[in-house]
């Protein structure tokens, strides 16, 4: 079986190669060009792509992958809001990814930009590189005592869940399916959430029905002073409601990982590039915002999984087994 692997980089490489000898019958080629119209016909002569979170799998680069022949998508990722699946179907391709490879990593980098955003230790770094070792703009506020609410309570948000229990918070979380077994958290509505909690950290996935749930309504029912974190998607935003929020101090602190706008940039090093649009460096304009471009996930654990699962997926698909991860449309 062959595969192409769109938009790698040479940490996709290492881990993937590291294990390729485990699964025989499976042949990688590795390319940087990511995936978009222009480039679905290299795919040509392979059975199946294997693509990231930033690609670009819209109806019209499925149509032309299934003009090249290719049966399967391996999603190297969790999320897979940006496969149209309706056109996946039409084609008969199937979706294959790694749920779950490694909700620690996410929910570690969640808290990590909670704490860098709350306590300044960003700035606080530049400053005394620089020789300055006053105090001036970095008072933050203890977590110890504080709220903390989950969005969306699967496997990312219970270990988000768990780490702020551990910092001694009182955990609250709203999911459209409450988990029984988490007796550690009380589940309570959206607007109970908004209204009550010190931290709010997002965990559900991008759909029709949580695209831009943070909003001017929402924003307006949260605590003054409250703490956003978003590491999910970016989607889950109304960004200009978020940046008027934050104009209107709202916010004590917010963390992205994810943002709106970031599919062009993700990934690359841009730092000699005209920038196009702005939302980003009007986020990164206020001295409460901290950003990182979508890592949440960038462990070696985790990486490690991504490689194991992805190449186990496609094993599945090649001797005809049943396809667990399957994503169904
Ligand atoms: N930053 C990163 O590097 C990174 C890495 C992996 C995943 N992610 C994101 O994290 C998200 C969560 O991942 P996961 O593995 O925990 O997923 P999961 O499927 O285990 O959990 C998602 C949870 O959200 C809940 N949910 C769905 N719709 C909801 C709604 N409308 N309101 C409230 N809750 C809702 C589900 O019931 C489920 O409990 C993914 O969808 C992905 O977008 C980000």
Redesign the pocket.
Known sequence: MKILFYGTKNYDEEFFEKILPDYPGIQIKFIEANIYEETASLSKGYDAICAF?NADLSAPVIDALAEQGVKLILMR???Y?NVDLTATHKHGIHVLRV???S?E??AE?AMALALTANRHTHKAYIKLRENNFSLNGLMGVNLYHKTAGI?????????MARICKGFGMKVIA????P?KNLDFLEYVS?DELLATSDLISL?????D??KH?VNAKTIDKMKDGVILVN???GGLIKTEDLITGIREHKFFAVGL??YEEETDYVYEDMSEEIMQTSLIQRLLSFPNVTMTS?????TKE?LSNIAETTLQNAADFMNQKELKNEVLS
């Open positions: 979170v990722c969790a999320g809001n749920p779950g490879y909700p990593a996410v980098h969005i969306g309570t699967g496997k990312i948000g219970q270990a709203y999911d459209l399916y988990n959206l965990h559900c996935p991008l759909t029905e949580t749930l590491t999910s998607r990982d994810v979508h890592q949440g996930f960038f985790a």
